[in-house]
């Protein structure tokens, strides 16, 4: 039995991995299904394309824009032979995917670079210490002021959750939290202090949480945390932790030492839920928390018949 050349094509279209082919001057000549699926751009919309010219965005780990430098593809083609990659691309909805990328060289009957394939996956975004998202955090997906993840970042984070939930059965927990007071806390000791004590709790948040957790600023004094749990349980832990790092936070205002206090609301993801129902869940708990005095944690409810408890 032989194997046709039309075999190989349905099993590069049915493949799991994206696959796309292009010429030496890049255009695209060959974008399979999965392609389509991880980026959100179909065949149509990209075959026939110069490869700068779409809106892929490549960036390498060090946070190179590839597209506008000396990408892999070329790189691939000057060297002709193999390389892998760590890449981020820009979803068509607008959030960042990590993949693993593999560049290969295909050769005419003479050995003349012909083409250059690329093979990607996704990777997990969530190892805080890799390269690729230390980078993003220096970019378009921080807070400028906190230095910590904007609402751009944790909406990829959570997309990237919700991926792992459904394909992958890993739940997570989403945290929202709200500074105590902190408007009248600005008209007493003044905006810059104001900013001191949201910079000294993105420092400590920072330097407590673990590798796989992500705390970020949502807008104003409100913060997210979005965190993989074991079992639903493990959010009262981490919620009694997150108050924890909260008391740690202390700014020396030279008549007095400020501290803060945040009211909390967390909750673990369900079958059902969207992005905007957790984030509208944690949230609402987070105002009964404010409800129930401050300083305050409202959560799931874990063991009894009734609603959340504080």
């Known amino acids: 039995m032989t194997v046709s050349e039309n075999d190989f094509f349905q099993l590069v ?133 906190t230095k910590l993840p904007n609402r751009l970042f944790l909406e990829a984070v959570l997309k990237t959750r919700f991926s792992e939930y459904h394909r992958l059965q890993e739940p997570f927990a989403l945290l929202f939290s709200d500074i105590d007071h902190f408007h009248d806390f600005n008209e007493t000791y003044g905006h810059q202090a104001g900013d001191e004590i949201l910079k000294t709790f993105a420092q400590t948040v920072s330097s407590h949480i673990r590798k796989t957790d992500t705390v970020g600023r949502w807008g104003g004094e409100e913060f997210i945390g979005i965190y993989p749990i074991k079992n639903k349980s493990d959010i009262i832990p981490i919620s009694k932790r997150f108050q924890q790092i909260v008391s740690m936070v202390v700014v020396d205002e030279g008549r007095e030492n400020l501290h803060i206090t945040m009211s909390v609301g967390i909750t673990a ?23 129930k005095g401050r300083n305050t944690i409202v959560h799931d409810e874990i063991d009894g018949p009734s609603g959340p408890e504080g």
């Open 269 to 291: 993801v369900t079958p059902e839920d969207t992005m905007k129902s957790i984030i509208d869940r944690a949230d609402r708990y987070m105002f009964e928390a404010k409800r």
């Open 13 to 145: 279209a049915a493949l799991p991995y994206g696959v796309y082919i292009v010429e030496p001057d890049r255009t695209i000549v060959y974008w399979n299904r999965a392609a389509e699926s991880i980026t959100g751009y179909s065949r149509e919309e990209m075959v026939g394309r110069r490869r700068p010219d779409t809106e892929l965005n490549h960036m390498d780990e060090e946070g190179t824009p590839l597209c506008k430098t000396y990408c892999p593809l070329l790189a691939c083609m000057d060297e002709n032979r193999p390389s892998t990659k760590k890449l981020v691309f820009t979803h068509k909805k607008g959030y960042m995917v990590a993949v693993q990328a593999h560049f290969i060289p295909l050769e005419d009957e003479m050995g003349k670079l012909k083409l250059v394939a690329e093979v990607f996956t996704p990777i997990q975004l969530m190892n805080r210490e890799t390269r690729i998202v230390e980078n993003l955090y220096s970019m378009a997906y921080h807070d400028a002021l």
